[in-house]
């Protein structure tokens, strides 16, 4: 996996793109560090006022990659999954406006990366959502639910569904639905450039009070929750199963009993 950081002529609007030989663009932990890395050098340059998330020009992300997360160990599994809420933390406090560029396929820990963002701007093919549930695994509520509401986050989540990018703008998903993904970036970053800087850091501060979302990382109040069943699910039967089935070609079948986080077995 590669992370490029590339600058305007300015210095307005930097350009945060990831990309790998791997078909579906998939985020492993040392890209995650990676990008961690390349966020928190944005976070101290004052003159960048957009910042744009892309991946590959085909793909955004298709998410996790199954293989590498069944070789991981329980340490390993712990700084990969701490690395990627603290990205998507400290991606959304950013005092700047961030936009994701979406290309293509949208999954999983992808999609959680540009919903972190202030804005989606994605071609007529993207398929965005979060369909962990398919494989046993937990799935991320927080983001989603904050733009779609409870009622339409259940339905996503507990159906694992990709969304095409039409039915995604209906919901508020995403932002923009373009057939001219570069040029409408374009014209979408330089307008952005022009918002007042100190004005908005401060009215995307007040903003996201008004949705519980902290200003300063770690992040979101129920980071810790989620990171903690995250890690109950990887080493669950639920998930054994579920990716199991997922590389093999077949659907899974889930007969293990209902557990909590905390391992005890419910009547």
Same mark, same amino acid.
């Given at each position: 996996?590669?992370?490029?950081?590339?600058?305007?002529?300015?210095?307005?609007?930097?350009?945060?793109?990831?990309?790998?030989?791997?078909?579906?663009?998939?985020?492993?932990?040392?890209?995650?560090?990676?990008?961690?890395?390349?966020?928190?050098?944005?976070?101290?340059?004052?003159?960048?006022?957009?910042?744009?998330?892309?991946?590959?020009?085909?793909?955004?992300?298709?998410?996790?990659?199954?293989?590498?997360?069944?070789?991981?160990?329980?340490?390993?599994?712990?700084?990969? &999954?701490?690395?990627?809420?603290? @990205?998507?933390?400290?991606?959304?406090?950013? !005092?700047?406006?961030?936009?994701?560029?979406?290309?293509?396929?949208?999954?999983?820990?992808?999609?959680?990366?540009?919903?972190?963002?202030?804005?989606?701007?994605?071609?007529?093919?993207?398929? &965005?959502?979060?369909?962990?549930?398919?494989?046993?695994?937990?799935?991320?509520?927080?983001?989603?639910?904050?733009?779609?509401? &409870?009622?339409?986050?259940?339905?996503?989540?507990?159906?694992?569904?990709? @969304?095409?990018?039409?039915?995604?703008?209906?919901?508020?998903?995403?932002?923009?639905?373009?057939?001219?993904? !570069?040029?409408?970036?374009?014209?979408?970053?330089?307008?952005?450039?022009?918002?007042?800087?100190?004005?908005?850091?401060?009215?995307?501060?007040?903003?996201?009070?008004?949705?519980?979302?902290?200003?300063?990382?770690?992040?979101?109040?129920?980071?810790?929750?989620?990171?903690?069943?995250?890690?109950?699910?990887?080493?669950? !039967?639920?998930?054994?199963?579920?990716?199991?089935?997922?590389?093999?070609?077949?659907? !899974?079948?889930?007969?293990?009993?209902?557990?909590?986080?905390?391992?005890?077995?419910?009547?």
């Amino acid at each position: 996996m590669t992370v490029t950081l590339e600058r305007s002529d300015d210095g307005q609007v930097a350009t945060l793109r990831f990309a790998s030989g791997h078909p579906l663009n998939v985020l492993d932990s040392p890209t995650l560090d990676d990008l961690l890395a390349r966020v928190r050098e944005l976070a101290a340059d004052r003159t960048i006022r957009v910042l744009l998330i892309t991946g590959s020009e085909s793909v955004f992300s298709g998410g996790a990659d199954l293989r590498d997360l069944g070789g991981l160990d329980d340490d390993a599994y712990r700084h990969y &999954i701490a690395t990627e809420y603290r @990205l998507f933390a400290e991606v959304e406090a950013l !005092p700047l406006i961030t936009v994701a560029v979406i290309a293509g396929p949208c999954v999983g820990n992808g999609a959680e990366l540009a919903l972190a963002c202030d804005f989606r701007i994605c071609a007529t093919d993207t398929r &965005i959502g979060l369909p962990e549930m398919r494989v046993g695994f937990v799935s991320p509520a927080q983001r989603l639910a904050t733009y779609v509401g &409870i009622g339409k986050a259940k339905e996503l989540l507990y159906g694992g569904r990709l @969304l095409p990018a039409a039915e995604a703008l209906e919901l508020g998903l995403v932002t923009t639905v373009t057939d001219d993904l !570069p040029g409408e970036t374009e014209r979408a970053a330089r307008r952005w450039a022009g918002c007042a800087p100190t004005a908005l850091a401060i009215t995307k501060a007040g903003l996201h009070r008004c949705y519980g979302i902290d200003a300063d990382p770690p992040g979101r109040t129920f980071d810790a929750q989620e990171q903690a069943a995250a890690f109950a699910t990887f080493r669950g !039967p639920d998930f054994a199963e579920g990716s199991a089935a997922a590389l093999e070609g077949r659907r !899974p079948v889930f007969t293990a009993p209902r557990t909590d986080i905390l391992g005890g077995t419910r009547a």
